[in-house]
């Protein structure tokens, strides 16, 4: 099973509202993503966790923030967002990624999100 | 630094046309390449992968081998179906790094 959910699928907020979204794994991967993608865009990547801890933050700013309570599960809080952050959220999990591994990283199917 | 470049689309096909998407990248030491594919609405899928020099990955009739000497990667597939309309992306993981490093993706469109 390479399945990585998402939930919801579609999110509209305003932008005084407080969401968050939703990933979950059952691989067993200690390594999990948060990635944000413009229409024709590449994904961009905004945070990891390894082992439920915070190892890589891309300068987002705070109007995001992750969380990993265990190590199938992994929010995004989101509060006070703006319009330009209206795009497709993406989750992934990999192994952790030791030095001469390859280990792939597997997508969730998204979260749509459109701020008002 | 570590990146990705592909051919730009839209790359367009008639049915059971030969595909390649170019892709090369500059990294350093030895990274693990991907190709990623993705269908409208939805999230990346990988399609395949290969982790050292001269290996080829292979995945529903798609192939890329890893090219050391011309730092490339290119995907072919011998005969497309219209159901192959996606975008491509090519991506490269360095050792001991998680971070993907993306090309800019190539949309394929193939019709009937």
């Known amino acids: 099973d390479t399945e990585v959910t998402q939930t919801p699928k579609h999110l509209v907020m305003g932008m005084t509202n407080k969401k968050s979204l939703k990933c979950e794994q059952h691989?067993?991967?200690?390594?999990m993503y948060w990635y944000k993608q413009k229409a024709k865009k590449p994904p961009e990547l905004m945070f990891v966790y390894s082992y439920e801890k915070l190892s890589i933050n891309e300068s987002v700013p705070s109007r995001f923030s992750p969380e990993c309570p265990n190590s199938s599960l992994l929010n995004l809080h989101l509060h006070a967002l703006q319009p330009e952050d209206s795009a497709l959220y993406l989750c992934?999990?990999?192994?952790?990624?030791?030095?001469?591994?390859?280990?792939?990283?597997?997508f969730g199917p998204g979260t749509r999100l459109t701020v008002t | 630094g570590n990146s990705v470049t592909q051919m730009e689309g839209p790359v367009t096909l008639s049915e059971e046309a030969f595909l390649t998407i170019n892709c090369t990248y500059t990294?350093?030491?030895?990274?693990?390449l991907f190709w990623y594919v993705q269908y409208p609405g939805e999230g990346l899928q990988l399609l395949l992968k290969a982790t050292k020099a001269d290996d080829k990955g292979s995945n529903k009739g798609f192939e890329a081998t890893y090219r050391k000497e011309t730092t490339s990667f290119h995907l072919e597939k011998g005969s497309v179906q219209v159901s192959d309309s996606a975008v491509y992306f090519c991506a490269l993981r360095n050792t001991g790094f998680q971070k993907l490093v993306f090309g800019t993706g190539t949309r394929l469109l193939v019709s009937p």
């Open positions: 990294a350093t030491g030895y990274p693990s």
């Open positions: 992934a999990s990999s192994h952790p990624g030791l030095a001469g591994s390859s280990y792939e990283q597997y």
């Open positions: 691989m067993g991967h200690r390594a």
